[in-house]
């Protein structure tokens, strides 16, 4: 196990520097000026030369590169061009909010989309059948703004159970995960039960029921476990729709995430900002695809790592 | 209640009251939510508690920094710092602030006289080092406001109470120029994390931040000012628009600002809110590159204003939320002379155009940036289609903000919509640093324009500044630099507890504003 990991830390320094190179090149080369940006459109042209002198954005490219992977390497990833305090306080001060946001979903939709998608399985062509596969649709087809903005009308407004923005306790989670996990249900409770009804058709299953177990016993201990390998993998997958989706729910409902710096980054050519955000998400995929990987190893016996 | 509860040989508050009670509370719960659907479920604001929500979030606390100019940085720092004087929206003059008086010994000189006994909120003193600390800051940071200050020869302090500010050239918008200038503490203001919770001497201070969630601040107890109405103003981040609505509905907020006119329309028979309206300084306009063919031709831009109505524009799209403007600034800013409207004349509009050499039209574009002013993409559909009436055929070369703003400074482009805010409440911010020949922002170059804009800026006699903007109004107007429809309005929305707030044309302060019950 160990040497698998050992492998898979240096592809992972790979993977951060080359998205940290793409994105450097990306965003230089997408039309826009931050410090243009800054000034903004009553300014006069000495006044943006001025800005992008303090900046260090006169300066060659490849110098720019050169400062900035020598920065990296001590962990300095420059100054928010328009917060004007460091991209990592920036960034690191919003992750935990994403983080929470984004986890309450996965988790939400773990719970939900599983029980959801085995009981579908199991009473397949009853009613709940229909419904759950109905419901499931309307979530991976439904906009997440749109279904959030109406989450707010109904929940906030018109039955006053819960606020209507903002970060707080408890209640101030439930509508933007539910919105945020909507698409995740849909797409796993499906999953589940597809996969599901393949598991159950197989042999070893039969042989359950000839040992005399219950019903409940086979799907539990037999079918399920056996289905938890495409579920953990398309679960690792969809985080990157995850933060796609944060990125809106965040905006809607005023949630002081990432999601939301990094799209304003991007329209204000923050460059330090996007960089730092993007290597974070990087990141983060890196880990998730880790721990899928490695949970093969405890969902299937038959998997081994050396 | 404690104690023996019987009464005269029955309980006091038994089963058969409390049943009672309970039926006739389920029966006025089910009648009142029979008559209306909606029932309050959170409690009245406490009293000295005022929520706002701004159009934008904040940004940062740094009043000099690269987001000097967001409205959203301008309205926090008006609470947390003073500044030497306050624009009086009113009197389109000054009030004494931190300066108490003023004068020039001469053009190129001004002498303030501070007020005594002002306190940072950490309790050190403010004096004239920390003004001649806090301009210098301003200056060295370039941020949006440092070009306003590119005259200043020197400042200093040769008293404690005494500001001395000396100007290469006469400088006749230094009020203007104070008004945006935040006084921080010297000895502070430099530490490293002092803009997470800043220090200043101003009717607020900060209590708690949390970036792009919630700005908590409260009363400072030892405000050499009028004391403020609420012990504590919290600023809210609720970017989307629903949200934003229906926490002001549900009362999670008390007040807010910068609703399209649908929105407006849905509060205004909502018994428990507000609506106050208040021109502002804020404006639309459409530049065409004057450089740019068949745009060198007056006669074709005129033709441009003639095709267009902005009347039937103003009643169809901008219901409560704009007013005709008559002048390339707003009317309710310093320098503002009305001018002669051109009028709705769509056959005028094709005779110039067949005079200046195009009977049958010609084609063009327009570039701009949706999302940066109220009702945007209908005002550029509408524009688009009164331009084709009389034969002129406009793309719609709309763009993100930096693509935009790009093409704009690079002079890229043939028309241009957008809006702009005159933040100081005075002509130069927009007349100097827009239309002379050396700004170059639409190619316009015209050596009269120049020299009186010249002489405004350096005139420290404010009655003839205003007659220098007023020629400047009446050459742009009559050469159709641009055009200049509608000038913006501002509607505050605010639950009715909320007293005491004035909106004015400048941007909006709580510190007079109190919450009833």
């Given at each position: 196990m160990s040497t698998y990991l050992g492998g898979r830390l240096v592809y992972a320094l790979f993977v951060l520097w080359g998205s940290l190179t793409i994105v450097f090149v990306a965003v230089r080369v997408v039309p826009g000026d931050p410090a243009q940006m800054m000034?903004?459109?009553?300014?006069?042209?000495?006044?943006?030369?001025?800005?992008?002198?303090?900046?260090?954005?006169?300066?060659?490219?490849?110098?720019?590169?050169?400062?900035?992977?020598?920065?990296?390497?001590?962990?300095?990833?420059?100054?928010?061009?328009?917060?004007?305090?460091?991209?990592?306080?920036?960034?690191?001060?919003?992750?935990?909010?994403?983080?929470?946001?984004?986890?309450?979903?996965?988790?939400?939709?773990?719970?939900?989309?599983?029980?959801?998608?085995?009981?579908?399985?199991?009473?397949?062509?009853?009613?709940?059948?229909?419904?759950?596969s109905v419901a499931s649709l309307l979530g991976q087809s439904v906009p997440n703004f749109w279904l959030g903005i109406m989450f707010i009308l109904v929940f906030a407004r018109w039955l006053r159970w819960l606020p209507s923005a903002g970060i707080g306790g408890m209640r101030h989670l439930v509508l933007p995960a539910l919105t945020l996990a909507l698409l995740l249900i849909g797409v796993l409770t499906r999953l589940v039960r597809s996969g599901l009804l393949e598991v159950i058709g197989e042999d070893y299953v039969r042989s359950a029921y000839a040992k005399g177990l219950s019903r409940r016993a086979v799907i539990a201990r037999h079918a399920v476990p056996n289905v938890l390998i495409p579920v953990v993998t398309v679960v690792g997958l969809q985080l990157g729709n995850l933060l796609a989706g944060a990125v809106i729910v965040e905006t809607v409902f005023g949630w002081p995430g990432a999601g939301r710096l990094l799209v304003d980054a991007i329209g204000n050519r923050d460059y330090p900002v996007v960089q730092v955000a993007v290597l974070c998400i990087t990141a983060g995929f890196i880990l998730i695809n880790l721990l899928v990987d490695v949970s093969y190893a405890y969902l299937d016996p038959r998997i081994r790592y050396r | 209640m404690a104690g023996d509860t019987r009464v005269r040989g029955r309980p006091a508050f038994g089963r058969r009251r409390f049943l009672g009670r309970a039926a006739l509370a389920a029966g006025g719960a089910l009648l009142g939510a029979a008559r209306r659907p909606v029932r309050a479920a959170y409690a009245a604001a406490p009293a000295g508690e005022l929520r706002v929500s701004l159009p934008a979030r904040i940004v940062g606390l740094d009043p000099m920094g690269a987001q000097a100019a967001e409205e959203s940085v301008r309205v926090v720092s008006a609470h947390i710092f003073d500044t030497l004087v306050v624009h009086d929206p009113r009197t389109r003059g000054y009030r004494p602030a931190l300066a108490v008086k003023w004068e020039t010994?001469?053009?190129?000189?001004?002498?303030?006289?501070?007020?005594?006994?002002?306190?940072?909120?950490?309790?050190?003193?403010?004096?004239?080092?920390?003004?001649?600390?806090?301009?210098?800051?301003?200056?060295?940071?370039?941020?949006?406001?440092?070009?306003?200050?590119?005259?200043?020869?020197?400042?200093?302090?040769?008293?404690?109470?005494?500001?001395?500010?000396?100007?290469?050239?006469?400088?006749?918008?230094?009020?203007?120029?104070?008004?945006?200038?935040?006084?921080?503490?010297?000895?502070?203001?430099?530490?490293?994390?002092?803009?997470?919770?800043?220090?200043?001497?101003?009717?607020?201070?900060?209590?708690?931040?949390?970036?792009?969630?919630?700005?908590?601040?409260?009363?400072?107890?030892?405000?050499?000012?009028?004391?403020?109405?609420?012990?504590?103003?919290?600023?809210?981040?609720?970017?989307?628009?629903?949200?934003?609505?229906?926490?002001?509905?549900?009362?999670?907020?008390?007040?807010?600002?910068?609703?399209?006119?649908?929105?407006?329309?849905?509060?205004?028979?909502n018994k428990d809110l507000h609506l106050q309206t208040t021109p502002s300084?804020?404006?639309?306009?459409?530049?065409?590159?004057?450089?740019?063919?068949?745009?060198?031709?007056?006669?074709?831009?005129?033709?441009?204003?003639?095709?267009?109505?902005?009347?039937?524009?103003?009643t169809a799209l901008l219901k409560g939320i704009a007013r005709p403007m008559t002048?390339?600034?707003?009317?309710?800013?310093?320098?503002?002379?009305?001018?002669?409207?051109?009028?709705?004349?769509?056959?005028?509009?094709?005779?110039?155009?067949?005079?200046?050499?195009?009977?049958?039209?010609?084609?063009?574009?327009?570039?701009?940036?949706?999302?940066?002013?109220?009702?945007?993409?209908?005002?550029?559909?509408?524009?688009?289609?009164?331009?084709?009436?009389?034969?002129?055929?406009?793309?719609?070369?709309?763009?993100?903000?930096?693509?935009?703003?790009?093409?704009?400074?690079?002079?890229?482009?043939?028309?241009?919509?957008?809006?702009n805010i005159v933040i100081t409440g005075d002509a130069d911010f927009v007349l100097r640093r827009l239309y002379t020949t050396q700004a170059n922002r639409m190619g316009y170059a015209n050596p009269t324009v120049d020299r009186a804009l010249e002489l405004a800026a350096e005139s420290v006699d404010q009655d003839k500044r205003k007659v220098y903007y007023g020629q400047v109004c009446e050459i742009l107007w009559d050469d159709a630099v641009g055009i200049y429809p509608f000038e913006l309005l501002e509607t505050y929305a605010s639950r009715r507890a909320v007293r005491g707030f004035v909106p004015t044309p400048t941007f909006p302060t709580f510190t007079s504003v109190t919450v009833g019950r």
């Amino acid at each position: 196990m160990s040497t698998y990991l050992g492998g898979r830390l240096v592809y992972a320094l790979f993977v951060l520097w080359g998205s940290l190179t793409i994105v450097f090149v990306a965003v230089r080369v997408v039309p826009g000026d931050p410090a243009q940006m800054m000034i903004g459109a009553s300014g006069t042209r000495q006044d943006v030369e001025a800005l992008r002198h303090r900046l260090g954005l006169d300066q060659p490219v490849g110098a720019q590169y050169a400062r900035y992977l020598a920065g990296a390497a001590r962990l300095d990833f420059g100054q928010s061009l328009r917060l004007e305090e460091p991209a990592v306080q920036a960034v690191g001060e919003r992750l935990p909010a994403t983080a929470l946001l984004a986890g309450s979903a996965m988790a939400l939709a773990v719970a939900t989309g599983l029980p959801l998608g085995i009981a579908a399985a199991i009473r397949i062509r009853s009613a709940v059948d229909y419904l759950v596969s109905v419901a499931s649709l309307l979530g991976q087809s439904v906009p997440n703004f749109w279904l959030g903005i109406m989450f707010i009308l109904v929940f906030a407004r018109w039955l006053r159970w819960l606020p209507s923005a903002g970060i707080g306790g408890m209640r101030h989670l439930v509508l933007p995960a539910l919105t945020l996990a909507l698409l995740l249900i849909g797409v796993l409770t499906r999953l589940v039960r597809s996969g599901l009804l393949e598991v159950i058709g197989e042999d070893y299953v039969r042989s359950a029921y000839a040992k005399g177990l219950s019903r409940r016993a086979v799907i539990a201990r037999h079918a399920v476990p056996n289905v938890l390998i495409p579920v953990v993998t398309v679960v690792g997958l969809q985080l990157g729709n995850l933060l796609a989706g944060a990125v809106i729910v965040e905006t809607v409902f005023g949630w002081p995430g990432a999601g939301r710096l990094l799209v304003d980054a991007i329209g204000n050519r923050d460059y330090p900002v996007v960089q730092v955000a993007v290597l974070c998400i990087t990141a983060g995929f890196i880990l998730i695809n880790l721990l899928v990987d490695v949970s093969y190893a405890y969902l299937d016996p038959r998997i081994r790592y050396r | 209640m404690a104690g023996d509860t019987r009464v005269r040989g029955r309980p006091a508050f038994g089963r058969r009251r409390f049943l009672g009670r309970a039926a006739l509370a389920a029966g006025g719960a089910l009648l009142g939510a029979a008559r209306r659907p909606v029932r309050a479920a959170y409690a009245a604001a406490p009293a000295g508690e005022l929520r706002v929500s701004l159009p934008a979030r904040i940004v940062g606390l740094d009043p000099m920094g690269a987001q000097a100019a967001e409205e959203s940085v301008r309205v926090v720092s008006a609470h947390i710092f003073d500044t030497l004087v306050v624009h009086d929206p009113r009197t389109r003059g000054y009030r004494p602030a931190l300066a108490v008086k003023w004068e020039t010994p001469d053009p190129a000189t001004w002498v303030f006289t501070l007020r005594p006994g002002v306190r940072f909120h950490d309790g050190g003193a403010l004096t004239a080092r920390d003004v001649k600390a806090s301009l210098e800051r301003m200056i060295a940071q370039k941020g949006p406001f440092a070009p306003l200050w590119a005259a200043i020869d020197s400042v200093d302090a040769p008293a404690d109470a005494a500001v001395r500010i000396k100007t290469k050239t006469p400088v006749g918008t230094m009020l203007a120029n104070l008004s945006l200038l935040s006084i921080l503490p010297a000895a502070a203001m430099n530490n490293a994390g002092f803009f997470n919770r800043p220090v200043g001497s101003g009717p607020f201070r900060v209590a708690s931040y949390r970036p792009d969630s919630e700005l908590v601040l409260d009363a400072n107890p030892g405000y050499w000012g009028p004391a403020p109405g609420v012990k504590t103003l919290r600023f809210r981040d609720i970017p989307e628009i629903a949200a934003r609505v229906t926490a002001l509905i549900t009362g999670e907020i008390d007040l807010t600002y910068g609703l399209p006119p649908d929105q407006l329309a849905t509060l205004r028979g909502n018994k428990d809110l507000h609506l106050q309206t208040t021109p502002s300084y804020r404006y639309y306009f459409i530049w065409m590159n004057v450089r740019r063919s068949p745009f060198t031709d007056k006669r074709v831009r005129q033709a441009m204003i003639y095709a267009l109505d902005t009347q039937t524009m103003l009643t169809a799209l901008l219901k409560g939320i704009a007013r005709p403007m008559t002048a390339p600034i707003p009317s309710t800013v310093f320098g503002y002379a009305p001018q002669r409207p051109y009028g709705y004349d769509p056959a005028r509009a094709k005779q110039l155009l067949a005079a200046a050499g195009h009977p049958g039209g010609f084609d063009t574009s327009m570039i701009w940036n949706p999302g940066s002013g109220p009702q945007d993409q209908e005002i550029a559909q509408a524009l688009f289609s009164y331009w084709n009436a009389v034969g002129v055929r406009v793309k719609d070369a709309q763009a993100e903000r930096a693509q935009w703003l790009d093409r704009l400074l690079k002079l890229d482009w043939d028309l241009d919509l957008q809006t702009n805010i005159v933040i100081t409440g005075d002509a130069d911010f927009v007349l100097r640093r827009l239309y002379t020949t050396q700004a170059n922002r639409m190619g316009y170059a015209n050596p009269t324009v120049d020299r009186a804009l010249e002489l405004a800026a350096e005139s420290v006699d404010q009655d003839k500044r205003k007659v220098y903007y007023g020629q400047v109004c009446e050459i742009l107007w009559d050469d159709a630099v641009g055009i200049y429809p509608f000038e913006l309005l501002e509607t505050y929305a605010s639950r009715r507890a909320v007293r005491g707030f004035v909106p004015t044309p400048t941007f909006p302060t709580f510190t007079s504003v109190t919450v009833g019950r």
